[in-house]
C-alpha cells in the first residue's frame, strides 16, 4: 500500500450499516434501500440451485472473446496431485491428473474414433444437489470457515482473532433486526438495507435466506447453527456479537462503494452506496447520527470486477489492466486531523502453494490498476487481488500457460520427430486439440502420433512435408523441417541404446537428439 499527502478536507468519517457480502452486479443504484446496493462482493442471494448459465454469468467474461481461462486453469492441473476430495469424476485423491482423470471417451461407431463425452457443463463435475450446499461451500476452506478465501477482507474469519467488542451493548448498537428503538424507517437494524428486493434483475434475499442457503450442514453433534445464531431463543442487544464473528468492525467501516469512479472520500459520498460515505449510512445501521470517525476505519477494502485477460503466456512480461471499485481512498491525518492522505493498492498474486508476491503498480486510477506480471513467474494457475494494507479485494483467478515451443523438427522416409517444449500430453481423440500437421505438397495432412510427451513427440506421415505445426492443450506452433541423421550414438527416448522399438510398420532404433537433431536408424520398412 503506497500513501499520497494531498490538501483536501473532509467532514467526519461515520458508520453505516451492517453488509452481508455485497454484490458483483454493477448497476444503477437502490436509492435507499432496501435491497443494499449490490455493488460489492457477491449478489445477496441465493447459490444452491445453479445451472450452466448461472455459473458462467461469473466464472466467464463476457468482455473476452475466446476466453480460454476456465480451460486453461484446469489442464495446468496436468500432473499435480488430485486432492481429497476432488470434483474429477475419474480421480483418484493422491494420484496425478491425467486427461482422463477429468475427461471420458466414447466410442463413436460410425466415425470409428473415439470423442469426449459431453464435459462443457460445469455441473457435470461440481455436481450441485437442489437446496442443499452451495457447490462453493463444498470446499475444504468453506468446510472450515475461511471466508476471507474467496470473499476477500469484506468479511472476517471467525478464527482469525479480529476485534470484537466486549462492552455492554448501547442505543447505537446494530440490532440484525427487530431493535426496540430503532429510528423511523427501522435505521439501526441490518436489515434495514439488507433486506429482500430486486435489483438490476437480481433476486435479493433477506439476511436469513442468505445464510441459510448456504447449505452449511446441520450435522447432529456439531452445533453450526450457532455459527450465526445466539441460543439464547430471543432477539436482544447482544445478538450483534454473534454477527461480527464473520463481520467485524474492522471490517465493516472500511466497506464503500465508489459510486462517481472518482476516489472514495468518507463523508462525503452519496447515501447509502456503503458503510462510512454518508452521515446517513451512520443513521441506517446505528439509528443515531455520528460526528465521529467510524473505528477502525482506514483503508477502503478494494472490489476488482475484472481484468483485461485471464489466461496469459508464461515467460514474458505480460501487462494487465485491473478494473474495479475503492482502489484510491482518503483518510484522516492523525496529526493535522485533516483527510489528506491518500491511500493506493498495489497488486497481490497467490501461486497454487500459497506463496505470495506483492508487485506494484505501473498506474493508479480510482477504478483501474495498471501492472505487469513479470516474466519470471512460473506457469501455473494464480489468485490476484487488489490490496491496500490488511485489506484485500476479492480473488480473482489469473492462468499463465507454458509456451509452446519447437526447437527442431526432423524427417525420414514420413517419419517426423519434433522435439521442443508445452506440448502437455495427447489424446487420441476427435476434437482433443492435440494433433500434429505437416505440409506436403501443398497440402496440410495429418499425422499418426507415435509417442507424445511434454518435450518430443514422434509421427507418421505419408512422405516429409516443409513445416510442422504441432498443436497441444496450451497453443500451437510450427517449424520447417530438416532431414534426419541416418544413425548417431546417444541414449534412447524411452527404451535402452541399441534396442528396437516398433513405429507403425516399420522396426527403427529411436535416438534423442543430438546438436538439436533426433537421430534414428531405421529398418525392415514394409509396404
Known amino acids: 500500500m503506497r500513501m499520497r499527502t494531498a490538501s483536501v478536507g473532509i467532514r467526519m468519517l461515520t458508520l453505516v450499516v451492517f453488509a452481508l457480502f455485497g454484490g458483483a452486479f454493477v448497476a444503477l443504484a437502490a436509492v435507499p434501500p432496501p435491497p443494499v446496493n449490490q455493488n460489492l462482493g457477491i449478489g445477496d442471494s441465493s447459490f444452491n440451485n445453479l445451472d450452466e ?18 480451460v486453461d486453469r484446469h489442464h495446468l492441473r496436468m500432473g499435480t496431485i488430485v486432492p481429497d476430495p476432488t470434483a474429477a469424476p475419474n480421480g483418484t485423491p493422491g494420484e496425478p491428473f491425467e486427461c482422463l482423470t477429468c475427461h471420458t471417451l466414447v466410442w463413436n461407431p460410425v466415425l470409428q474414433a473415439y470423442e469426449f463425452a459431453e464435459f462443457r457443463d460445469c455441473l457435470l463435475c461440481h455436481q450441485q444437489i437442489p437446496g442443499q ?38 442505543l447505537v448498537t446494530p440490532w440484525p433486526k427487530n431493535k426496540p428503538n430503532p429510528g423511523p424507517n427501522g435505521e439501526g437494524n441490518c436489515n434495514f438495507c439488507h433486506n429482500a428486493g430486486t435489483e ?28 450465526c445464531h445466539n441460543l439464547s431463543g430471543t432477539w436482544n ?88 471499485s475503492g482502489f484510491i481512498n482518503r483518510v484522516q491525518n492523525p496529526i493535522t486531523g485533516e483527510y489528506d492522505i491518500t491511500l493506493e493498492c498495489d497488486v497481490r498474486l497467490t501461486d497454487a502453494t ?23 513467474l512460473g506457469t501455473g494457475s494464480y489468485k490476484l487481488a487488489a490490496v491496500k494494507g490488511p485489506n484485500a479485494s476479492n480473488p480473482v483467478g489469473v492462468a499463465l500457460t507454458p509456451p509452446v515451443v519447437i526447437d527442431s523438427v526432423t524427417c525420414s522416409d514420413g517419419i517426423v520427430a519434433v522435439s521442443g517444449s508445452g506440448f502437455s500430453a495427447y489424446v487420441d481423440a476427435i476434437d482433443s486439440g492435440t494433433e500434429v500437421n505437416s505440409l506436403i505438397s501443398g497440402v496440410l495432412e495429418s499425422g499418426v502420433v507415435i509417442s507424445w510427451s511434454d518435450s518430443w513427440l514422434l509421427a507418421e506421415f505419408p512422405d516429409c512435408g516443409d513445416t510442422v505445426e504441432v498443436s ?26 541399441g534396442s528396437t522399438s516398433e513405429i507403425g510398420n516399420c522396426v527403427a532404433f529411436i535416438l534423442v537428439p543430438i546438436g538439436g537433431v533426433l537421430l534414428w536408424k531405421r529398418r525392415n520398412r514394409r509396404r
Open 200 to 227: 438490476n434483475g437480481l433476486l435479493v434475499l433477506t439476511n436469513g435466506e442468505t445464510h441459510h442457503s448456504t447449505g452449511f450442514p446441520i450435522v447432529p453433534g456439531e452445533a453450526s447453527c450457532s455459527w
Open 354 to 376: 500459497g506463496s505470495e508476491m506483492t508487485l506494484e503498480p505501473t498506474s493508479v486510477t480510482p477504478v483501474t490498476i495498471e501492472v505487469v506480471l513479470p516474466a519470471s
Open 472 to 497: 497441444s492443450i496450451f497453443g500451437t506452433a510450427m517449424a520447417g523441417v530438416s532431414p534426419a541423421v541416418d544413425w548417431g550414438t546417444a541414449s534412447v527416448i524411452g527404451v535402452e541404446s
Open 133 to 170: 450446499a452451495s457447490v462453493h461451500h463444498l470446499t475444504a476452506k468453506a468446510q472450515a470457515r475461511d471466508c476471507v478465501a474467496c470473499h476477500g477482507d469484506l468479511v472476517d474469519n471467525f478464527d482469525d482473532g479480529h476485534y470484537i467488542p466486549t462492552y455492554d451493548p448501547s
Open 53 to 70: 448459465t448461472g455459473c458462467r454469468a461469473c466464472h466467464d467474461d463476457p468482455n473476452i472473446i475466446g476466453d480460454t481461462s476456465n
Open 237 to 324: 442487544a447482544f445478538s450483534i456479537r454473534t454477527c461480527e464473528e464473520c463481520h467485524g468492525i474492522s471490517s465493516l467501516h472500511n466497506i464503500q462503494f465508489d459510486n462517481l469512479g472518482d476516489g472514495i472520500d468518507p463523508g462525503n459520498e452519496a447515501s447509502y452506496y456503503g458503510h462510512i460515505g454518508n452521515n446517513d449510512d451512520c443513521w441506517g445501521c446505528h439509528g443515531f447520527t455520528s460526528g465521529a470517525s467510524a473505528p477502525a476505519s482506514g483503508p477502503v477494502i478494494p472490489s476488482v470486477d475484472g481484468l483485461s485477460a485471464y489466461a496469459m503466456v508464461a515467460g514474458v512480461d505480460n501487462a494487465l489492466t485491473i478494473t474495479g
